[in-house]
Nanobody, 117 residues
Framework: QVQLVESGGGLVQPGGSLRLSCATS????????MGWYRQAPGKQREWVAS???????NYADNVKGRFTISRDVAKKTVDLQMDSLKPEDTAVYYC???????????WGQGTQVTVSS
């Protein structure tokens, strides 16, 4: 059974930093896609950053240079370091795992990030 559990959200001032973590179980990183998405109030869920099945990182243009995705295979975690945060980064952030061979997706419950002064 695949489980994804996010943590690390909170309230931060513009220009500040937060680090989100996704604790995983039941899914292998190698060969599968792991990433972060977010959903702001009244908007559709959007992709933020991810690892491809071969470990290549990709970022949405609006976070490139400010966010860094990383993973620890031994600890089975996928982290998202967010720097230079802006009010428009306010959203619920979700961890997603996608099984390459089947296309099955798994989602965490989400963690709230609020950027406000």
């Amino acid at each position: 059974q695949v489980q994804l559990v996010e943590s690390g959200g909170g309230l931060v001032q513009p220009g500040g930093s937060l680090r989100l973590s996704c604790a995983t179980s039941g899914i292998r990183f190698r060969g599968n896609n792991m990433g972060w998405y977010r959903q702001a109030p009244g908007k559709q869920r959007e992709w933020v950053a991810s690892f491809t099945s071969v470990g290549v990182t990709n970022y949405a243009d609006n976070v490139k240079g400010r966010f860094t995705i990383s993973r620890d295979v031994a600890k089975k975690t996928v982290d998202l370091q967010m720097d230079s945060l802006k009010p428009e980064d306010t959203a619920v952030y979700y961890c997603r795992g996608r099984i390459t061979v089947s296309g099955q997706e798994y989602w965490g419950q989400g963690t709230q990030v609020t950027v406000s002064s």
